[in-house]
């Protein structure tokens, strides 16, 4: 029952941000495009890391994960800064960035550090030390694996429907215009 909870808690959650985004959204061409650029960063940086992640098998240590502890959380941010900016959503744009800084990242941080440290043990330990959380180091992590990016992965991690979703309210809040 735990996972339907957390299931529906971020689908509400994505449905109410959705609603507060459009709601008297009047973009420009200008803000639109320059919020543009920064959700396909993130959706690209998040496809790039879905296509990396074997999630509960290893430590995934390569693509984004050898420069970065949380490639999918840091492209979910610049999905959120560029959709508030291309809908010129300055003071939503302040409340998404409020509640990633001060409660959802601490808290995954919390419980996945936690739960991987169990799973993998020291290879997790020297990971978890080695690589930043949300600011990429410019040298990839020394001890990453071979692994080649999979794109059977992108759908099996799930990442395929974030992306239509991504796409389809990209659709809509330019018809907003």
């Not at 959503?89 to 960035?97: A, C, D, I, K």
């Not at 949300?134 to 990839?140: C, D, G, H, L, V």
């Not at 991504?166 to 330019?174: E, G, P, Q």
């Amino acid at each position: 029952m735990r996972g339907w909870r957390k299931v529906t808690f971020k689908t509400i959650g994505a449905g109410l941000f959705i609603a507060a985004l459009f709601y008297r959204a009047r973009p420009n061409v200008q803000i639109y495009c320059a919020g543009l650029l920064l959700v396909f960063l993130g959706e690209a940086l998040r496809l790039w890391a879905a296509g990396h992640l074997r999630k509960n098998r290893v430590v995934t240590t390569t693509g984004p994960y050898a420069y970065v502890k949380n490639p999918l959380y840091l492209g979910t941010l610049l999905i959120l800064l560029g959709f508030c900016s291309a809908a010129g959503q300055g003071p939503l744009l302040l409340v998404g960035l409020a509640v990633f800084v001060f409660y959802y990242a601490p808290a995954k941080k919390q419980t996945e550090a936690a739960r991987l440290r169990a799973l993998f043990g020291a290879a997790w330990t020297d990971y978890d030390r080695s690589v930043p959380d949300y600011f990429p180091r410019w040298r990839a992590y020394p001890l990453r694996s071979a692994q080649r990016w999979n794109g059977s992965w992108v759908i099996g991690n799930g990442e395929h429907r974030t992306a239509m979703a991504v796409m389809i309210s990209l659709v809509l809040l330019a018809m907003r215009m």
